[in-house]
């Protein structure tokens, strides 16, 4: 658990980082630190590890106060992940990974194995432990920036903006792999990022803080989405936050209707009247397509017959999922399937709009969105 | 006229002896490896220290420019007049002193800003961030001053045969002095050999010590490894 | 020392001697400079364009910045068949040099300009020379600054080194002063050689700045 207890820092300037701010984050959760450029975020972030001190105020860990440690030996104990990865260009991957194992006096041997586990759970193969940074893709770096930073399996891990360097698609997939990792590893996660998307995504709570180091919020996403504490929260989570929300609203309420389906290799006498659309399917029930009205099929179905589907929506998931479905599916029938992928049924966007109004929807369940 | 120096580098005569090719371009060598070595035994552990604490850094760039205003040929006589000719020495060892010292600060002032925060974030101590982290990564440019230094010092040593140091400038001097252009040629083909070959011997060593993970820094931002040129 | 000093600048005829080796010493030193930028400009250009010549001029200009000056000096007239104690030599050999020194920034400080100006200027309809000159080199030009300077440095040492193969400029002092021996001459040598590299440097960052007016307009919003 880290806690903040009425921190501040001013520097020599005058200038104000972080006003007089209190929190605690629970221990093996996700706690995101969100807002704009200027609202001492990182400078929040970068108390716990003593890279910068508070002018007044404490930062404690585990109850104990990180003062009470000397700098160096604390930060061996928590992980640090930043933006740009901050590999060290002259040593190898594997090399750069071993970092604190090696720091804490480990044997080159033991720390470079350990090394090459780290590097396998991160998602990366382990031949890449040979090469050096220069070698990599910035989605490659920060997996190794995540690897070094779990190298001593500190209970800490703090995250400083670390995927912000890279693309859009590079980010989702590191965001779903810490989010992977976490499930497996449970630290106590500090994440500071300016993208609210991020936040709401990976945080399991979230304070929103405004320029000049002032706390607006601190609540679980969908708390700050539904009811946002004020206008500046109010935009800075910004006008699409209904429908952001929709990640967090557990779709088990949602009502599979039925549609007309086929299989694969069917011939046109198994095919019903084609008043409308008809889901395809394969032998272990999967959906693979669909079939517009009046189609004419001669001989047998085969797969260059079909339209493509759209998203699908795996039952139970938040109402997201559902709406993208069906106003993604040509039928404008979202295809509902279970883990398997086996087809459950069909709902329509009117029957999730019908739930968000009737506003009976449960509140989310914890880790339903995961 | 090629033939007239061509004779005078192959005749066998003009290489032996106290005043022979060979034993100036041994002296000529001794004396550029003396003053960048004592040159670098300060001014690299004080680039280092400025690189890593940024105190000074103000120091380095003036004194590097200062230094470099300075006429090597001033520097040569005024120092010989005031003591003997080996005080030439002395004035080797300054010309080389700012091209390693900003060489180094320089160096370190390039490393990565996030690869130093991170080693201070995984709890390096301030020594363990500059032998681990900052010297390897400083490796490029702090070569690229010494090779710069040699540069200044090979120049100057043959210039300091006029004011009485050895080496292969005072074969040349010597040849002016008796009006035998062959002989000056021979001597300024042989000072000019001289230091490509003891540059290209830098550029190896450069290679050697420099970890292959910052080469291929390097040679993916394109920035040559040598920084700044200084003057000779 | 202060005696002597005040005695050698009184004499009508040392002051005359001083400022003509002053005056060749500046005509030295600047003229090779004004040839190195010109040079060094197109070559630079060339490099950047043209992937294969990169290497071989930027190596020729590491190789050629490697050789002591003596030796060009001595080397130059052999080769290029004037007097052995021509100031041409002085002004060819710095010429070189000024250019060897230049080409790698000139390459650097044209790769620095934004790929989106570039493309923005092509795209508004400048062909290639045209945007060279009106687009590309203005905005090369603060990073060429400090190369430039330190060219012009170097040129002003690097003249009195002519002094040993006898051409003019204030390294004839040294040579005086060392031979004669008289102690004043040295180091007013060594003093007007330093004043001068630190006026034209004043000059030259006096010159950027005119020519570089956006410079300062950016410092001022970021600085406000």
Not at chain 1, 67 to 81: K, N
Not at chain 1, 198 to 217: C, I, S, W
Not at chain 2, 6 to 32: F, I, M, N
Not at chain 3, 188 to 214: C, F, H, K, Y
């Amino acid at each position: 658990m880290i806690e903040f207890r009425s921190v501040r820092k001013q520097y020599d300037d005058g200038t104000v980082a972080v006003q007089e701010l209190s929190l605690t984050v629970p221990a093996g959760t996700v706690t995101v630190l969100v807002g704009p450029s200027g609202c001492g975020k990182t400078t929040l972030l970068r108390m716990v590890n003593r890279m910068i001190e508070p002018s007044s105020g404490a930062v404690l860990l585990d109850g104990g106060d990180v003062r009470d440690s000397e700098p160096a030996r604390l930060r061996r104990g928590i992980g640090y992940v930043i933006q740009q990865a901050g590999l060290f260009p002259h040593r190898t991957v594997r090399d750069n990974v071993a970092t604190v194992p090696r720091l804490f006096g480990h044997g080159r041997r033991e720390a470079r194995r350990r090394a090459e586990g780290l590097l396998e759970r991160v998602g990366l193969p382990s031949e890449i432990g040979k090469r050096y940074p220069a070698q990599l893709s910035g989605g490659q770096q920060q997996r190794v920036g995540v690897a070094r930073a779990l190298a001593a399996d500190p209970p800490v891990l703090l995250m400083d903006e670390p995927f912000s360097a890279v693309d859009p698609v590079v980010r989702e997939g590191l965001q779903d792999e810490l989010l992977r990792l976490q499930g497996e590893l449970g630290k106590t996660v500090l994440f500071v990022t300016h993208d609210i998307d991020e936040a709401v995504k990976l945080g399991e709570n979230v304070a929103v803080l405004r320029q000049g180091g002032y706390l607006a919020q601190y609540a679980p996403p969908e708390q700050l989405l539904a009811e946002p504490a004020d206008d500046f929260v109010t935009s800075f989570v910004g006008r699409d936050r209904g429908y952001r929300r929709l990640s967090f609203v557990d779709s088990s309420g949602l009502r599979a209707g039925s549609v007309d389906t086929v299989r694969i290799g069917d011939t046109s006498a198994d095919v019903p009247s084609q008043a409308g659309w008809v889901l395809v399917l394969d032998t272990h029930d999967r959906p693979r397509g669909w079939l517009p009205p009046e189609a004419t099929i001669h001989g047998q179905l085969t797969e260059d017959q079909l339209i493509a589907g759209g998203s699908l929506h795996t039952g139970g998931a938040p109402l997201r999922g559902a709406l993208d479905a069906a106003l993604s599916s040509p039928s404008g029938l979202g295809v509902v399937v279970d883990e398997d992928g086996v087809y459950l049924g069909v709902v329509t966007a009117r029957q999730v709009l019908e739930i968000l109004e009737s506003g009976r929807h449960p509140a989310v369940s914890e880790g339903a969105f995961r | 006229m090629i033939s007239e120096i061509a004779a005078w580098l192959l005749d066998p005569a003009h290489w032996t002896g106290g005043e022979g090719v060979l034993r100036q371009s041994w002296l000529h060598l001794l004396y550029c490896v003396f003053a960048v070595c004592a040159a670098a035994v300060i001014a690299i552990p004080l680039g280092l220290y400025i690189g890593h604490t940024g105190r000074g850094s103000v120091l380095v760039v003036a004194f590097g420019n200062a230094v470099r205003a300075l006429p090597t040929l001033g520097l040569v006589t005024g120092l010989a007049m005031l003591y003997q000719g080996s005080a030439a020495l002395a004035a080797l060892v300054v010309l080389a002193f700012p091209a390693v010292l900003s060489g180094t600060y320089a160096g370190v002032n390039a490393v990565p800003a996030d690869a130093v925060d991170a080693a201070r974030g995984m709890g390096m101590s301030s020594a363990q961030r500059l032998w681990q982290v900052e010297l390897p990564n400083a490796l490029p440019l702090l070569m690229g001053g010494v090779r710069n230094a040699m540069l200044q010092v090979m120049a100057t040593t043959a210039i300091a045969a006029y004011v009485g140091l050895g080496g292969l400038g005072k074969l040349l001097i010597e040849g002016q002095a008796i009006r035998h252009y062959d002989q000056m040629a021979s001597a300024a083909i042989l000072i000019a050999l001289l230091a490509v070959l003891v540059d290209l011997v830098l550029a190896g060593l450069t290679r050697l010590l420099v970890p292959r993970g910052v080469m291929l820094v390097v040679a993916e931002t394109g920035a040559g490894p040598r920084g700044r040129r200084e003057q000779r | 020392m202060i005696d002597e000093l005040v005695r050698y600048l009184s004499s009508p005829s040392n002051r005359e001697v001083l400022l003509e080796q002053l005056g060749q010493h500046v005509y030295l030193a600047l003229v090779p400079l004004i040839a190195g930028v010109s040079l060094a400009l197109p070559l630079g250009r060339l490099a950047q364009r043209v992937r294969w010549l990169r290497g071989a001029l930027l190596g020729t200009a590491g190789v050629v910045y490697t050789i002591p000056s003596l030796a060009v000096f001595v080397l130059l007239p052999g080769i290029i068949g004037t007097g052995y104690t021509s100031p041409v030599n002085i002004v060819i050999a710095l010429t070189l040099y000024t250019t060897a020194l230049l080409v790698r920034p000139v390459v650097d400080a044209l790769e620095s300009v934004p790929t989106h100006v570039t493309v923005a200027a092509t795209a508004m309809g400048y062909r290639p020379h045209r945007r060279f000159l009106a687009v590309e080199l203005p905005l090369a030009v603060p990073a060429l600054t400090s190369a430039v300077r330190v060219a012009s440095v170097s040129n002003i040492s690097l003249v009195s080194v002519g002094a040993l193969v006898g051409s003019g400029g204030l390294g004839r002092l040294f040579m005086v002063g060392f031979e004669r021996p008289d102690l004043v001459q040295i180091p007013v040598g060594i003093v007007l050689t330093v004043l001068l590299a630190l006026l034209v440097d004043l000059l030259l960052v006096v010159g950027w700045r005119s020519l570089t007016p956006w410079e300062r307009a950016g410092r001022a919003v970021i600085g406000s």
